[in-house]
């Protein structure tokens, strides 16, 4: 990524869209720094704001694999550019439920309505986030690029829970919604201004353009022509994408990692301030310390994979040992419970949230990146995201209906430690070889050194 290669557009491209990555999970996350003081101005019970922290994720699902076929029919710049500006207006309408309601009823079905309508809108978020990292990036720089704009959740909670939780405490909870939603409506001018498929760009070089097609950049992948050419994608990939164990382990891995995800960002802050005893404030705050733990233990993942792998050690091994390692270490969040001081439920949660980004760095999108059909990557990335998120649906409202059965939160903690244990004994136990669906095995063509590894199978 240096100027030797005439220009570093590329970078600059990577830059935006962690920014509008970044704006897309705060606009997620902020209802949790919120959703104590929402909780009580409407008088909400737990299993309600459960149901409104979820109503994100059913459209998000939903919306999955229509966002995809979007991004293929219209190109990432419209589709992306035209959901930035939508999704920035539903969080900007959230700050008005209460000018909007006329009693408990109508404020749950607006907010849930504008949730739900955030979720459907920000789908294509982040499968045009890796379209963006393929049309850009040559192979040796994706999984870098792309490593960084997956740990944008870190980023948002880190810099904008901290922001809120002061919004929140000083001027009432609709103002967080306000500030990020002005902040989108501003990231979309600036995506309209910058953002262009390669060929086009005003101020990418020869050097430069070059360089990404010459390591495996698809630089024409968003042109009109490529997008017209594509071949649909055939029912037999659909059957194989839907029945191949592995690829399930793999589905399941993703879906035990964002519910753990979804806590953080929906349930996290208010136990701090429901169960132990935090201000709005220093809650947003407390949150600092696990993202960026998250977002340390996320980059380790992806370093320590490709390092067992330079080693001579299978892609199978090279991403489940640091999968399996990071969600065992994940599933220590369950001590929370018992721990006597916020310091050490914030320290737990920080050591538990560093393997959780150990995980998720080498063992999710990497597993099937590694493992899809080459002619329907988009597509296996959609059921896999699909899947996966729909732990965003059931981990909130499971939660909420744990606290109010219970009037505790440990019940809860160890409903959210359990999924670590689950997904780490899938991927020792079930899943089997890593290895690209139709027969092909990444070991065939993935090695960074080029001389041939020692494969140790399982």
Known sequence: MTAKNGSHVRVWILMLILFLSVIAYADRSILSIAGGAIKDEFGLSPIQLGFILSA??????????????????FGTKRVYGVTLVLWSISTLAMGFVGEFSTGLTSA?????????????????????????????????ERGRASSLFASSQYFAVGIFSPLSGWLVSEFGWPWPFFVLGVIGIGAFFVWLWYMQEPRAHRSVSPQELDHIAAGGGLIDIDSVQERKEKTPVSRETFRRLLTNRMLWCAYIGQYCIIALSYFFITWFPVYLVQARGMDIL???????????????????????????????????????TPYIVGMLMAATLMAAAVANSNFW???????????????????TWAVISDTAPKEAVGLAGAIFNCVGNIAGIIT??????????????????VFVGAHCIVAACCFLFVMGPIERVGGETPEDNTYPTGAAPVVRRL
Not at 133 to 138: K, Q, R, S, T
Not at 301 to 311: A, E, K, N, T, V
Not at 396 to 411: H, K, N
Request: no cysteine; proline share 5%.
């Open 282 to 320: 220093h809650a947003g705050f407390a949150t600092v310390a696990p993202a960026l733990f998250g977002f340390a233990g996320g980059i380790s993942g992806g370093i320590i994979s490709d390092y067992l792998i330079r080693i001579g050690w299978s892609v199978s091994w090279a991403r489940k």
């Open 108 to 140: 749950l079905v607006i907010m849930f309505t504008l949730r739900f309508a955030l979720g459907l809108i920000e789908a294509p978020s982040f499968p045009a986030n890796a379209r963006v990292a393929i049309m850009w990036f040559p192979k040796a």
């Open 56 to 73: 994100f994720s059913w459209a998000y699902v939903i919306g999955q694999i229509p966002g995809g076929l979007f991004l293929d029919r």
């Open 396 to 413: 909130p409202i499971m939660f909420g209906y744990l606290v109010a059965l219970t009037g505790s939160y440990s019940l809860g903690l």
């Open 345 to 363: 439920v914030i320290a737990i949660m920080s050591f538990a949230f560093y393997g959780k980004g150990v995980a998720a760095g080498a063992g």
